[in-house]
T-cell receptor, first 116, second 113 residues
């Protein structure tokens, strides 16, 4: 079945450092890919998404490019802030069939800690 | 803004109790989901529903059931709570179309003692 693998955390960074969180996936077909973020004590919220190969999703300074050839969707940010401290989840949604719509397969999550 | 509201942020229940977790969304979404979140495991799908009175098992349905009598409300039921069901539970909703994002509630942290 479909699966998502992301790098384990925690990832600890200083403010203004460069952040990369690796995400690879296994899927039959053409999934949509997502990054969700969970701030302390809150639910998940969508950070960015990409729906087809070579699409780049971006939001709040974060970017990720859908790479079909390497089955990857790595998250990057050029200069992190303390407020970026959160857990980041990579996810995919299978778009093959009607009964797959909307179901998300998540990675294990990566905790990011940004220190001043 | 889309709002998904879960009835409780924190719950403590005893082993063997019947537990109801309620979720309401205000955006007329067709799809609703219940996920369980555990450290190191990410989110795992328990049940989902794509229409009123419709339900489908997710990846880990054992020990759970659901109810969707109205479009906006999706309830998760633990028939006889066990300590292994101590976890964070997240409800989500999404429109019934391809590539749509899911909107999440704030979560219910359930502790079974």
């Amino acid at each position: 079945g479909d699966s998502v693998t992301q790098m384990e955390g925690p990832v600890t960074l200083s403010e203004e450092a460069f952040l990369t969180i690796n995400c690879t996936y296994t899927a039959t077909g053409y999934p949509s890919l997502f990054w969700y973020v969970q701030y302390p004590g809150e639910g998940l919220q969508l950070l960015l998404k990409a729906t087809k190969a070579d699409d780049k999703g971006s939001n709040k300074g974060f970017e990720a490019t859908y790479r079909k050839e390497t089955t990857s969707f790595h998250l990057e940010k050029g200069s992190v802030q303390v407020s970026d401290s959160a857990v980041y989840f990579c996810a995919l949604s299978d778009t093959r069939t009607t009964d797959s719509w909307g179901k998300l397969q998540f990675g294990a999550g990566t905790q990011v800690v940004v220190t001043p | 803004d889309v709002k998904v509201t879960q009835s409780s942020r924190y719950l403590v229940k005893r082993t063997g109790e019947k537990v109801f977790l309620e979720c309401v969304q205000d955006m007329d979404h067709e799809n609703m989901f219940w996920y369980r979140q555990d450290p190191g495991l990410g989110l795992r799908l328990i049940y989902f529903s794509y229409d009123v009175k419709m339900k489908e098992k997710g990846d880990i349905p054992e020990g759970y059931s659901v109810s969707r009598e109205k479009k906006e409300r999706f309830s998760l039921i633990l028939e006889s709570a066990s300590t292994s069901q101590t976890s964070m539970y997240l409800c989500a909703s999404s429109p019934f179309r391809l590539t749509s994002e899911a909107f999440f509630g704030q979560g219910t942290r359930l502790t079974v003692v």
